[in-house]
């Protein structure tokens, strides 16, 4: 009897020794430490902070796991928590609560994570933080209040970040935040900052001049760890140690240009310089009343440090290309901008003794396009303007090769639009645009032919590609109806009465190498692959045969 009690007593002893063991996250380790209670998690599967930690946790060191957020509230009972150590996980995400009742925490480590910026304002919770360890993420700013909580902080690491541009005032408005100390002899006692800056993208132009010349000068209580920080930009300073150069104060742009009035006859060509100074560097943009019909090369390059040149080229300029172009220069600083007038006159405005000749075509500007599909058919949409001082009527015709469908539209000069509806199925139809009384030249047409009705989508889809395969755009019509699409440029038109798809035998193109682009349609892919070869059925050749024999 007396073993079996003795037996009970050594169970009782077990479970309660056990009942008094903290508890520990499964597959994580916990150990006692000399500061106290430590929780370790090293590649363990962690998706967030375990919710049943203990409060007795001093430590908390969890490391390459897939946790990739720190939520509101994710350390409610740790308050005692001194040191969390998180490690390259992928932390990209820090909300705005997520270190309440973290009083007492001393050092916070989040080397190797995903972080591109930084709630500074959370840092409110932990006034006793020294130790922020910031280093290899993708943080690219740091705003100048980012110190404002962090007033007891001792080591800042932000190296091997995005940073490009940071102000002194970072690190010169930190001793403010402190509350000094007075000993007995009244001198104040103001603790030091040793800050890690380097491996950053630093972008070294005036926007990084204060800082450059922080680094320059830097005296407690601010220390860096590597004050050899380095430029990488711009391309005029890169490689310089921040020691080595001289940084100019930050203007907003200014505009310059040879000329903000310029003269020109249709036919000509016609390039708009626009000068630009500022720092740092500034971007430039043209805007122009037809700059979605009209589009032109702009070429800008470098002229100098913190000089640009950019430059518009209106090739074979015409009346419609008339107006103001506006060139605007900015920067973090501020815009400018410049307006250039550009003034095309007709040929006969000018003297004869010009030995320019102009071509005698350019009686009018035409770009006509598809532009989409409606529910019944297809929409055009132009800009027509005459080369000529007075107002010119311009007419739309559009045929097809059924003699009934044919229509004549007479229109006035501008951007127009025409929906071209009940389309019939297996039908070719051309949309021409001229000046009225005059037949239409090179890509004032467009020629499109609708798929053939009936069964076998896929057949009629195949066939298209196939028929189709010079100046074609595809076109999908309601009711399983295909078309394609011919543009007016190098005589699509006389290409389409060659491949035209009403000939169930292969069709026999000319081959010729003119190439079918034409600026009205450059968001139409072009089909121009002939290597395809029409297949037809047997019935079809039978059909062609006794063609070919009578």
Request: proline residues 6%.
């Amino acid at each position: 009897m007396a073993s079996v009690f003795r037996h009970f007593l050594l169970v009782l002893v077990f479970l309660d020794t056990n009942a008094a063991q903290p508890f520990c996250v499964p597959g994580c380790t916990c150990s006692e430490e000399s500061f106290g209670r430590t929780l370790q998690c090293i590649s363990v599967s962690l998706g967030k902070i375990p919710g049943n930690l203990s409060e007795e946790f001093k430590q908390v060191r969890i490391e390459n796991s897939p946790l990739f957020e720190l939520p509101q509230g994710s350390f409610v009972n740790m308050s005692t928590l001194e040191y969390l150590w998180l490690n390259f996980n992928n932390v990209s995400v820090i909300h705005l609560g997520a270190l309440e009742h973290l009083l007492e925490l001393r050092e916070l480590r989040l080397e190797g994570n995903k972080l591109r910026s930084v709630p500074w304002t959370a840092f409110r919770a932990t006034p006793f933080l020294k130790v922020l360890d910031l280093k290899r993420n993708k943080i690219d700013a740091l705003p100048e209040l980012a110190l404002q909580f962090l007033a007891n902080l001792t080591y800042l690491d932000l190296s091997s970040n995005r940073l490009t541009v940071v102000s002194k005032s970072v690190f010169l408005n930190w001793p403010a935040y402190q509350k000094p100390q007075q000993p007995d002899c009244g001198a104040k006692i103001i603790s030091s900052l040793v800050v890690a800056l380097h491996d950053n993208p630093w972008v070294c132009d005036c926007r990084l001049r204060g800082l450059v010349q922080f680094v320059k000068s830097i005296t407690l209580p601010v220390i860096l760890v590597n004050s050899y920080l380095i430029c990488r930009g711009p391309l005029s300073k890169a490689g310089q140690l921040f020691h080595e150069t001289e940084l100019s104060t930050c203007m907003k742009p200014q505009i310059s240009t040879p000329s903000a009035n310029v003269t020109i006859r249709v036919g000509q060509n016609v390039t708009l310089r626009c000068l630009a100074q500022a720092s740092p560097s500034p971007t430039i943009a043209w805007t122009y009343p037809l700059s979605m019909w009209r589009e032109f090369d702009v070429l800008t390059s470098s002229t100098g440090e913190d000089t640009a040149l950019s430059e518009l080229a209106i090739p074979a300029a015409h009346l419609v290309d008339s107006g103001n172009y506006t060139c605007t220069a900015s920067n973090s600083i501020g815009k400018s901008i410049l307006v250039i007038s550009l003034h095309v006159q007709p040929a006969q405005a000018l003297p004869a003794s010009d030995s320019l000749s102009i071509p005698s075509e350019g009686s009018a500007y035409i770009d006509l396009r598809v532009v989409k599909q409606t529910v019944h058919g297809i929409l055009l949409e132009w800009l027509a303007v005459a080369d000529t001082p007075e107002e010119e009527w311009f007419t739309l015709y559009i045929a097809s090769d059924e003699a009934i469908r044919k229509e004549v539209v007479h229109i006035g000069p501008g951007i127009n639009t025409y929906a071209v509806d009940d389309l019939l199925p297996g039908t070719k139809y051309e949309a021409c645009l001229s000046l009225e009384g005059q037949p239409p030249h090179q890509g004032q047409c467009v020629v499109f032919v609708t798929g053939r009705d009936g069964v076998g989508l896929e057949a009629r889809e195949r066939l298209l590609h196939v028929t189709v395969v010079l100046c074609v755009v595809l076109l999908a019509l309601p009711v399983g109806a295909y078309a394609w699409v011919a543009q007016g440029p190098c005589s699509c038109s006389k290409w389409v009465l060659h491949c035209c798809p009403h000939r169930r035998k292969a069709p026999s193109c000319p081959h010729a190498a003119a190439p079918c682009r034409d600026g009205s349609f450059r968001e139409h892919p072009a089909v121009c692959d002939d290597g395809e070869e029409h297949i037809d059925t047997e019935g079809d050749k039978e059909k062609e045969g006794m063609e070919d024999n009578s």
